[in-house]
Each structure stands twice: as structure tokens, then as C-alpha cells.
């Protein structure tokens, strides 16, 4: 607060010449929509000076800290770290007046006028304010097309169900542009190889004293720029279809010469050296077929799918005419990468104080079979010193394990589809994977053995899919500490039936499905100023067993629960929704909001979830007034005991978070912060008093937390240091129940390090 006083306390004209002004504020007026006003602000030429979290011109107020003196180090720092003004420009704002109303006229406004004007608001200050005469807008009353092409006539009549021009349609020159590029999309997939928009042109006939608008299509022929002669479109078959290793991605014809040749079924490898994937993985790959129309979704499916493969480094796909012909001769042409690596990771740790250190190296295959199969095999170690445990003869925490993954492009599914239905998926995989992992800990030793087989697809580059045909996981506890037990397991006062089903040993055998949206992939930052993202997951465990132990009878142990040779297994129902919107508001400053949902019901089987299951709730990425499961469930109370982490979870969570994000200086930016929510349980539990979630007095339990970051931006990574207060903790009553109006800074503050945005 008083470095912000500080910097608007310095003057912003400061390094304004005479008789010049700093543009202050860009105001647009509408007459009569308000929408158009938006839409008009991303056609300003130029912006006033930037400001942290759109409030306060930060940035500038920094640059004018500095001296006139720019030999001083100091100088040079703050003038590199601020902003320097903006001054107004005439010829700038002329230019801005003529986008705006070319705008305008481009949404069928063709009488519209802008004006502006300039508003002196301070010493040397000035702003700039732009007025919209909109006008009637025209509508279009008839459509017709014209061309001597009578083949690409018929195609065109024949799509026109899915045309974006109709009669009573606004008159608009992006819709007519849009459905340019729409009806080139719509012939190249029809063999057209060659046609361009650039060929189809539009006649707008309007009438006086009327805002009625006919629309005529043009579609030319195609010109020869060598004889000048025109002619129909050509309509391209697909010739040979050859594949060229080693000899770079150009077609070089001395290259193509010293290559040795394979040819099989319809295709034809031109290689250096070795062949690098089996020749029918370079055919499941492939979706161009000699003889085949040229189709430019088919050319893009094979790229992207050649792309894909891990064994290659680099690919390219070329086309060759024939002369004189309307035929293509299709080269795949890609270069294999390294085959096998060795890879490194070392960090430290710090939990609730303990320090510790892992460590992982991890070999690599990216080509095991010489079908593009990724091999990982990775070996981790991790030790940690655990400080205020008493009565245990350990005090240190040490894991080591190891994972064995096996990834597979395509898979047995893909290969069943129709192959309509393959070339609708951008990338498909089978991951096969098997775990290892041992747990030493002062109160027990826990070891976990899982193996998963999963089928990955996407159909869109914006989404994907993953389906989880099978997900084990052998929970095993070998030992676990006279006082540990004693305490908490055994004692009478102490009992926790959560505590005690998660230190037995259980199987978990998972069926899932997860699916992820986000509308940012493939569209630059300028290109959208909303965006969004989902992430849905749904999960189910035991039921197969389950409906074995019913068909056959089964062995129940002493708890009452069914087990499979002798392991007692977990059922329970999970699904899970994340909604994240982005609103960008400037170039610097941008408005996040994200929802989380989730909720997990244990049945049949099991009356409390696998730990691993459970939800938490605090730390760096939920509510970041607390501590990581610090808060809930529901209104209950922590103890504060060493292992007060078990109750402090649930079976249904819900959060919602508002981040305001602005962009600092050089690589550092900041966001304020509002978090709210809870979790609870859906079953009462002795040891979780108001914890259970109840539909009419939920509400009560939500709690909020507010505050600040800091972000540091590198290329790869981003360091995030956030600290939150507490506004309202459900687990108290009176007065501190409302740290934002009694706040306790020992009590109510946390502060998080993470890596990463929080979502």
C-alpha cells in the first residue's frame, strides 16, 4: 500500500513534452447497442498506460520514478521495469476511427459514421472518446451464384442446407468471408486440390430508400498463370503414395535416387540406412488411398497421426501433380528421433517444517518393437525427518519404489472402429502400467501395488477422452507400530473407524471414464476473449467382485466384508466436474473463476472410502486460507493431533474461486484472490461431529478465504507464492468465526509455494 501511494504520488506527465499530451482514457459511445462499443475496443490503435489489476497505473508511476538522467544504473533499472507513457496521437486516433466505422459497415451498418473527440482531464492529459452513428443496418433479401463451373455448382447447391448466408439475415462481410472459406473447406474435400477463396467473390446490389441487400456469388474459373487461360477446376485423384526415411523432409531428387525401395500391397518406402517402424504400423497410419479424391481432412489426419508417433522426429507431407493430369503422387517424408534417453529429476521437500529429498531417474524407449511404442521404466527414492512424534522408535519417512509403463499408438480399439470412425480421432493410445511403491513411516510400513490398462482418444484437438478398462490397486500393511496401535487403533477412547479401514489391507479395482475440454487449445491468446475448460471424471470400484460374491457365495471376514483370496475390497461410486472460465480483459490483466464438484458414496462393500478416494480440502490449490487439509469437513473441529490429516476429509467437496490476474512487469505478475467451500460427508461418522453434509444448513458450512499472490513466468515453469487469510472458518462460533472483521495472523494466515497456476 505505500509503494502504490508512493508511485501515484509521483507525477505521470512527468516525461511528457510540452505541448503534447498523455491519453489518460479510450472511451467508445454507442447509440444505440452497447455490444458494438465492446466489440469496437479491440480496433483501438492505441491504449492508455496499463494498469495492475485495472485500478492503478502502476507501471507507468514506476518509469517515472526514474531520473532524466539515463547513464544511472538506477534509472535504466526503473525505466525497464515501468512503463513508459503513452502519448497521444492524432494520426493514431484518426486510424482507430476509420477501423471502427470500416467495422461498422463490415456488420451491414452502410450509412454508419464515427467521430471523435478529445477531453483535456488533467495537467497535459487527455482522452479520447469515440461516438458511434450506427444507423439502420441492412438485411439480406436475396441470394443467388453465378459461375461457368457447373460441376462445382452442383456440390456447392448440394451443401446448401449448411450454408451460413439465408434471406433476412443481417448483411454482414464476415459472414460472407466465413462462408468463402466454409465452401473452399467443402471443395477441397471434394478433390479440389487447387481451388482457393480467392476464387469466389461477392456483389452486394442495394436499393435506394431501402436497406434491403441482394447478394450475388461469384465463383470464377481456374486461371493457368503461365497461359493466362481459363479453365473448370480440376477435380484430383490420389496417385502413388510413397514414404521417404532419412533423405529430409524436401523432395530432392538426388536424395529420392540413393535411397533403397520397398513396395508392399499399395504403397511404396523409400529408406536410408534402416527402416525405422514396421511397415504396417506405416500403413495403420496412413489414410490417403491411391485412387481416392484428394481430401484435405484425409492429408491433415495422416500428418497429425505420423506426427504423433514418438519414434519420429520430424514429418512433412508433400504433394506432386502430375503434368498434364489431375493426379496427385502423395510423399510422407520423416526422420526418426533418438531412440532411448535417460532422464534425471532431484527436489527438495518441506512438510509442515520437516525437510527432506527425492529423487527419480527414469530410461526412456521410444520405439520398443519398431512400432512407436514408448517403454518408461522409472526407479524413485524419497526421505523425509519427521520432527514431534514421541513414543516411536522411528523419526524419518522413507519411500522408494518403481514404475514400468508401456504406451501403444492406436491400440486394439481403434483398430476395431470403421475406418470413418478412425479418421474422425486425432490421437488414440493403450497405456499398460505397473507400480510398486513401499512406505516406511515412524507409526507403519505401507506398501501399494497397482497395475492400470487404459484406452486414450481424442477426436478434437480441444478435447480427449480416457477410458480406465482397469485400475488395481493392492493396498498392503505389514506393520504398524505397538503405539500407533495402541493409541489409536485399539484404544477405546481413541477408536476411529476411519482411521483404523484405512491401516488394513484392502484391493481396489477401478472402472473410469474422464473426459477434458479446453477452448484455448489451438487459438491464440488475441483470438478469444473468453475462454474455458472442463474436466470430468466418473469412477466405480468392486462392483464385478461384488456381483461374483452374490452368483457364488464368497468368504465375508470379520468386519463383515466380502474378500477376494482373502483381501477385503473397496465399492464405492466417484464422479467429478471442474469448470475454469478465463476472461481476458486487456493485454496485462485477465478474470478467472472455477468451480469444483465432486462427490464419492461408499456402498455394498464398504461404509467409509479408501483414503486415496477421500477429498481434503486447503492448501495451494483450494481454499488458500488454510493449511493442506486444514478445514472441514463440514463445521468440524480439528484436534490438532499428529493424525488429525484422516478425519479431515470427506466424501463430497465443493469449491469455487474469483483470481484476478495482472501482468506486473518483465516476468513477474500477481492475482487477488477470493476462495469458498467445504467438504462433508454423506454418512454420519462418530468421529467427525458436523461433518455430515445436510442439504438445508450446508450453506452455513461454506467457508471463505481471501488474498494475494505472486507469480514468477519462466518459459517452462511457473513459481507461485500465494498468501490468504481466513474471511469465515465454519469451525467456530462468535467472533471468531469471522477472522475478516477479527483477524489473528498466527490463526488465520497461510502461505502457499506451489509450481503452477492453482487451475
Not at 490417403?288 to 520430424?314: C, K, M, W
Not at 507431407?317 to 502430375?322: F, I
Not at 472442463?534 to 452368483?551: A, K, Y
Amino acid at each position: 500500500m505505500l509503494l502504490t501511494l508512493l508511485l501515484l504520488s509521483c507525477s505521470t506527465t512527468k516525461f511528457v513534452p510540452d505541448g503534447e499530451h498523455l491519453l489518460s482514457r479510450v472511451h467508445i459511445v454507442s447509440q444505440h447497442d452497447r455490444s458494438l462499443a465492446v466489440k469496437a475496443q479491440s480496433y483501438i490503435r492505441q491504449h492508455p498506460n496499463s494498469k495492475w489489476f485495472s485500478l492503478v497505473k502502476v507501471p507507468l508511476g514506476i518509469y517515472s520514478l526514474a531520473g532524466r538522467d539515463t547513464t544511472k544504473w538506477g534509472n535504466r533499472v526503473l525505466r525497464r521495469l515501468g512503463e513508459k507513457p503513452v502519448i497521444f496521437s492524432e494520426k493514431l486516433a484518426e486510424k482507430t476511427r476509420e477501423n471502427i466505422q470500416r467495422m461498422l459497415l463490415n456488420d451491414g451498418y452502410l450509412h454508419a459514421t464515427v467521430d471523435f473527440d478529445t477531453r483535456e482531464v488533467g495537467d497535459k492529459q487527455v482522452e479520447t472518446i469515440y461516438y458511434l452513428h450506427e444507423r439502420n443496418r441492412y438485411t439480406v433479401t436475396s441470394i443467388r451464384m453465378e459461375t461457368d463451373d457447373e460441376r462445382v455448382a452442383a456440390i456447392i447447391k448440394a451443401d446448401s442446407a449448411v450454408s451460413l448466408l439465408h434471406t433476412g439475415m443481417p448483411f454482414s462481410i464476415d459472414v460472407l468471408d466465413a462462408e468463402r472459406r466454409r465452401i473452399t473447406a467443402l471443395l477441397k474435400e471434394k478433390g479440389y486440390y487447387r481451388f482457393q477463396k480467392d476464387y469466389i467473390t461477392f456483389e452486394a446490389d442495394t436499393a435506394h430508400y431501402s436497406t434491403n441487400v441482394g447478394v450475388k456469388m461469384n465463383i470464377s474459373l481456374f486461371r493457368d498463370n503461365n497461359s493466362y487461360v481459363y479453365t473448370p477446376h480440376k477435380q484430383y485423384r490420389i496417385g502413388n503414395v510413397s514414404f521417404v526415411s532419412g533423405a529430409g523432409l524436401r523432395l530432392n531428387s538426388d536424395e529420392l535416387a540413393a535411397c533403397d525401395t520397398i513396395e508392399w500391397d499399395k504403397y511404396r518406402l523409400l529408406y536410408k540406412n534402416e527402416i525405422p517402424l514396421r511397415l504396417n504400423v506405416i500403413a495403420q497410419n496412413t489414410y490417403i488411398e491411391p485412387g481416392e479424391l484428394y481430401s484435405q481432412s484425409v492429408v491433415d489426419r495422416t500428418h497429425n497421426s505420423f506426427a504423433q508417433l514418438s519414434a519420429l522426429r520430424y514429418t512433412s507431407l508433400r504433394m506432386e501433380e502430375r503434368p498434364n493430369s489431375s493426379i496427385l503422387d502423395c510423399y510422407v517424408m520423416f526422420e526418426k528421433s533418438k531412440r532411448r534417453s535417460l532422464s534425471f529429476e532431484l527436489e527438495g521437500t518441506n512438510t509442515a517444517g520437516d525437510l527432506g529429498a527425492a529423487a527419480s531417474v527414469t530410461f526412456s524407449d521410444k520405439n520398443l518393437f519398431r512400432g512407436s511404442e514408448l517403454l518408461s521404466l522409472r526407479l524413485f527414492g524419497a526421505y523425509e525427518a519427521i520432527s514431534g512424534l514421541s513414543g516411536y522408535t522411528r523419526d524419518s519417512y522413507f519411500e522408494y519404489g518403481a514404475e514400468l509403463s508401456l504406451r501403444l499408438y492406436g491400440g486394439v480399439l481403434s483398430s476395431l472402429l470403421p475406418l470413418e470412425s478412425q479418421r474422425r480421432l486425432q490421437k488414440s493410445s493403450t497405456l499398460f502400467s505397473i507400480k510398486f511403491d513401499s512406505q516406511e513411516r515412524p507409526e507403519f510400513d505401507r506398501q501399494i501395488l497397482s497395475g492400470a490398462w487404459s484406452y486414450l482418444w481424442s477426436k478434437k484437438a480441444q478435447s480427449s477422452h480416457k477410458f480406465d478398462f482397469l485400475d488395481l490397486n493392492y493396498i498392503y500393511v505389514p506393520w504398524i507400530s505397538d503405539t500407533f496401535k495402541r493409541d489409536y487403533l485399539d484404544s477405546i477412547s481413541n477408536r476411529n473407524s476411519i482411521l483404523k479401514y484405512n491401516y488394513e489391507n484392502l484391493l481396489i479395482t477401478k472402472l473410469g471414464y474422464q473426459y477434458n475440454y479446453n477452448s484455448s487449445v489451438g487459438a491464440g491468446r488475441d483470438t478469444q476473449r473468453t475462454m474455458f475448460a472442463v474436466r470430468t471424471n466418473i469412477e466405480c470400484s468392486g462392483n464385478l467382485l461384488r456381483g461374483l460374491n452374490s452368483l457364488f457365495g464368497g468368504h465375508r471376514n470379520s468386519e463383515g466384508q466380502y474378500t477376494f483370496m482373502n483381501i477385503a475390497y473397496a465399492q464405492y461410486v466417484k464422479g467429478d466436474l471442474d469448470f475454469t472460465t478465463y476472461l481476458n480483459i486487456d493485454e496485462r490483466n485477465s478474470f478467472v473463476v472455477h468451480l469444483g464438484v465432486g462427490v464419492a458414496y461408499p456402498y455394498g462393500n464398504s461404509t467409509v472410502l479408501p483414503f486415496e478416494k477421500r477429498y481434503f480440502a486447503g492448501g495451494a490449490n483450494g481454499l488458500r486460507g488454510w493449511t493442506v487439509r486444514g478445514v472441514g469437513p463440514g463445521s468440524y473441529r480439528s484436534s490438532d493431533s499428529n493424525i488429525d490429516f484422516i478425519n479431515q476429509s470427506g466424501d463430497l467437496k465443493l469449491d469455487c474461486s474469483f483470481e484476478l490476474r495482472s501482468h506486473l512487469f518483465w516476468k513477474l505478475h500477481s492475482a487477488l484472490f477470493i476462495d469458498a467451500g467445504n467438504i462433508w460427508t454423506l454418512r454420519y461418522y462418530r468421529e467427525q461431529p458436523g461433518g455430515q453434509f445436510d442439504i438445508k444448513s450446508f450453506h452455513k458450512d461454506i467457508a471463505f478465504s481471501y488474498g494475494m499472490g505472486l507469480r514468477f513466468e519462466l518459459d517452462l515453469f511457473v513459481f507461485r507464492l500465494d498468501a490468504g487469510m481466513k474471511a469465515l472458518n465454519p469451525a467456530y462460533h462468535g467472533k471468531e468465526r469471522y477472522p475478516l472483521l477479527n483477524p489473528d495472523f498466527s490463526r488465520d494466515f497461510a502461505l502457499h509455494f506451489a509450481i503452477g497456476y492453482p487451475f
